[in-house]
């Protein structure tokens, strides 16, 4: 990791790589299911924050929902972008802000390829919360053109490297 930039140093708490102890996902369409994910937020200096996920399947190992992004600070503010990249065709720009121990975003703008599958996602909310044991907790829902605005995943990560 680099130097950590000033606007960052109240967001200190997100930066480093965590690995799911227990990652949930469900939707009133699907079956719930269990999955493993590791995810890092990386700081090299600048006032972002690069971020990438990695999901895989807890048997058979094979990747599933792969984000790769940008977690920008407004300079001077408590308020993030968060720029992300879907493997599954789409991108979201979400935007929020945080606390010490909390991120929350919501998506301002969501494009996608012109043959990605539907339901096409209409919206996505998501809460990262640095727990009292040190652990993250993420907590993301979801609309789409089937479905209001419902959770579709929970995590707790432990952190793995600074
Ligand atoms: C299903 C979106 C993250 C695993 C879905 C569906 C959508 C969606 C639109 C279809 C729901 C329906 O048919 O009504 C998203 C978005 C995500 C996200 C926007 C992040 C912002 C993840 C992650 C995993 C995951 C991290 C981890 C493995 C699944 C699975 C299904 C599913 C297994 C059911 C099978 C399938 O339709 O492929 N997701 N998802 N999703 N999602 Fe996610």
């Given at each position: 990791p680099g130097p950590i930039h000033k606007d960052l140093n109240a967001l200190k708490w997100i930066i480093g790589k965590w690995g799911s102890i227990k990652a949930e996902g469900s939707f009133p369409t699907i079956e719930s299911f269990k999955y493993c994910e590791e995810i890092s937020f990386t700081?090299?200096?600048?006032?972002v924050l690069n971020y990438s996920s990695l999901s895989w399947h807890p048997i058979k190992l094979n990747p599933m929902h792969l984000e790769s992004g940008f977690l920008r600070v407004k300079p001077g503010t408590n308020q993030v972008s968060f720029m992300v990249a879907h493997n599954f065709g789409l991108t979201s720009l979400e935007e929020g802000c945080f606390t010490e121990n909390k991120l929350e975003v919501k998506s301002s703008r969501i494009e996608r390829m012109h043959?990605?599958?539907?339901?096409?996602?209409l919206e996505i909310v998501r809460t990262y919360e640095l727990l009292q044991d040190g652990n993250l907790e993420l907590i993301l829902s979801m609309s789409t053109t089937n479905t209001p605005?419902?959770?579709?995943l929970k995590v707790q990560y432990l952190k793995c490297l600074l």
């Open positions: 700081s090299v200096g600048q006032p043959f990605a599958k539907d339901p096409k996602v605005l419902t959770q579709h």
